[in-house]
């Protein structure tokens, strides 16, 4: 019972001295430590050394009017705009960088020149290219009806302003562009018969911040987005007969819904279970429908950071409501698996709304087609899938996204660990929920582990921190290790409480703002209570190795303890567990916190008593990507 009683007390302060360590090496571990501070930017009056916005923190915001028209004959989309944007920084700005990802669809572009490989995404296959479609035509930019002069590099245009917009000031830029819709493009748009869902689509201002002044990273396929806020108003014509999902709500319901669509959708408020607005019937007879002219759509949003839609004449269109939320799915007819989608849309919504933050738009909407999946605010693209837990996982990941990056929004295209591997842990735990039960829900905590020795191979393996471009193995990097590394961080480094009430202040306080990884950093540490440069270093900024040993042990006599020699063999730290195993048959595990590192790589447990200790195991549960699992037990 002793032992036992130790390891209780030693998850918050340990019971063994350091003195009780031996074989310290302390050149070559001290000068080196593994416990060392980050080369972390020093904190200021913007970003707080707590990690929180601090009281000058301040971020650019973009304002959008925009009319575009889609004909479905020759696939052109073509766009005006006005794009109010507001210096909220310091900086006075003699120019505005533009984005223009379509144009990675221009044959010139950088990414077809390259020939960019499609990524290969576990079972899935990402393909960056285009086929069809053409480059984004920016064919006018302007202010007060003055051209000015701007020059297109791939996915980015620069913009010479008439004058330089100072501090707090505010410039409206008229802009127009057309845009040949692909059948494909860069894995995030794409056409599918008469389904179209269309995405990064009309030109952006790029994000101006505190840390890097302009963020003009090109748009290469691998890396998706980093935007402003701020409130959208758009216009679509389309065809007549399609129906549009979109970001934002409708505001002109009347003219393009009928009554019969309106009355079911104000019943879908009112209601937790689904309610179909356009049934299968009457999709079907949709399609075979042609009526002449053109509709046109206006939708309005705040405080997003894009805009998507969608588009088809034969969807199926399911709602629900939770918390006054409209939760919404549009598929065709033939994908009856979908016919579920609405109750794992309105699951999973309610479940990241009570972890994380509440869910700050007036709808959730998920759309079927040929997207492997992306996210936008408000909307999603989730595949067709051929199994209940296929279709949940990438629903529930792509929803998750709205969390990370929608609300915390973070630099993807330099971290993608902080926003598709939040998602991925998150969504795992959402997975729990609605599968509960079922062998795929109480197991799927497991994947990111087994997944371990496929692709945390030694020499190929890169570090997290590198940007999405540069990784071979995004789905490992950005994915799943992220995942796994949180897992480790909330079950066996601070606890499931103590992590949870951490991240979800984190996801608060950076709520609808630009975190970088120092700010998360040092928000998990001021919000836990405990120093993790050690784990940053080991998980994020390289690739280290996990190998917990036992080396010996020294039976101890009357007077003296038995000794349990334990040597970490490789460059990554984590606490250790020992299930210790008695000759009386008794067992007891003992939870020893990374603090035992402290004098080195080699720590000695000293366990009291007299009863015969006849057996010693490290991570008997598992639960560690350990290289070496023959060194973890030692049998007398």
């Not at 499609?118 to 920016?138: E, K, Q, W, Y």
């Not at 791939?154 to 913009?159: D, L, N």
């Amino acid at each position: 019972m002793k032992a036992l009683a130790c390891a209780v007390v030693l998850i918050a302060v340990p019971c063994v001295l350091p003195g009780q360590s031996t074989s310290p090496e302390p050149r070559g571990w001290t000068e080196r430590s593994p416990f060392r501070p980050l080369d972390l930017p020093a904190p200021n009056t913007i970003r707080l050394g707590s990690g929180r916005p601090g009281p000058d923190y301040w971020q650019q915001r973009v304002d959008y009017a925009i009319e575009a028209q889609v004909s479905t004959d020759t696939h052109l989309l073509t766009g005006t705009a006005t794009i109010s944007y507001r210096n909220n920084s310091p900086d006075v700005l003699p120019f505005l960088w533009l984005k223009l990802d379509a144009n990675l669809c221009d044959p010139h572009s950088v990414a077809a020149v390259l020939s960019v490989p499609p990524l290969l995404f576990g079972d899935a296959v990402f393909d960056f290219s285009c086929r069809g479609g053409s480059g984004m035509a920016l064919e006018r930019v302007a202010v007060r009806g003055r051209p000015l002069d701007y020059e297109v590099l791939g996915t980015i245009a620069r913009v010479e302003l008439p004058e330089p917009l100072s501090s707090g000031a505010t410039v409206d830029l008229q802009l127009a562009w057309s845009w040949m819709l692909p059948e494909y493009g860069y894995g995030r748009t794409a056409r599918d018969g008469t389904l179209y869902e269309v995405a990064q689509w009309y030109p952006r201002l790029a994000v101006y911040d505190d840390v890097s002044g302009w963020n003009i990273e090109p748009f290469l396929g691998a890396g998706e987005f980093y935007q402003e806020y701020g409130d959208f108003h758009v216009t679509l014509t389309v065809p007549a007969g399609y129906l549009v999902a979109a970001t934002g709500t409708i505001d002109n319901p009347k003219e393009v819904l009928t009554d019969r669509q309106r009355a079911r959708l104000a019943r879908a408020r009112r209601s937790e279970t689904a309610v179909a607005i356009v049934t299968r019937e009457e999709a079907i007879a949709a399609r075979g429908a042609r009526p002449r002219g053109t509709m046109t759509w206006r939708f309005s949003a705040e405080h997003v950071r894009d805009f998507a839609f969608a588009m088809a004449p034969d969807f199926r269109w399911d709602a629900s409501s939770w918390d006054g939320i409209l939760i919404q799915t549009f598929y065709r007819p033939e994908a009856t698996l979908w016919e579920e989608a609405n109750r794992m849309a309105w699951v999973t919504i309610k479940h990241f709304s009570e972890r994380l933050a509440r869910y700050p738009w007036p709808h959730a909407t998920t759309v079927e087609g040929p997207i492997e999946g992306m996210e936008y605010p408000m909307l999603t693209f989730v595949p067709g899938a051929t199994s209940r837990e296929e279709l949940y996982w990438v629903l529930t990941h792509e929803f998750g996204h709205e969390w990370y990056p929608m609300i915390v929004n973070s630099k993807e295209r330099l971290h993608p660990w902080m926003d598709e591997g939040f998602n991925t842990f998150i969504d795992i735990g959402s997975v729990q929920e609605y599968f509960a039960g079922e062998a795929y829900g109480d197991t799927i905590d497991l994947q990111p582990l087994h997944l371990y020795p496929l692709h945390a191979v030694p020499g190929r393996e890169q570090p997290m921190a590198l940007p999405p471009d540069e990784q071979h193995d995004l789905f490992w990097a950005a994915y799943f290790k992220p995942a796994l590394m949180l897992h480790l961080l909330r079950t066996e480094v601070l606890g499931e409480a103590r992590f949870d009430r951490a991240f979800s202040e984190y996801t608060k306080a950076w709520s609808f703002k630009h975190p970088t990884p120092a700010d998360f950093f040092r928000f998990m540490e001021d919000a836990s209570g405990m120093n993790l440069d050690w784990f940053w270093r080991g998980w994020i900024y390289g690739t280290a190795r996990l190998d917990q040993a036992i080396e010996h042990v020294v039976p101890g006599a009357a007077n003296t303890a038995t000794e349990v020699h334990i040597r970490s063999r490789g460059d990554m730290l984590m606490p250790v567990e020992l299930r210790l195993v008695f000759g009386d048959g008794d067992a007891e595990i003992v939870r020893l916190p990374v603090e035992m590192w402290k004098l080195g790589p080699r720590f000695v447990y000293r366990l009291h008593g007299v009863r015969e200790l006849i057996g010693v195991e490290i991570d008997p549960r598992g639960v560690y990507p350990d290289d070496d699992r023959g060194n973890n037990s030692w049998r007398r």
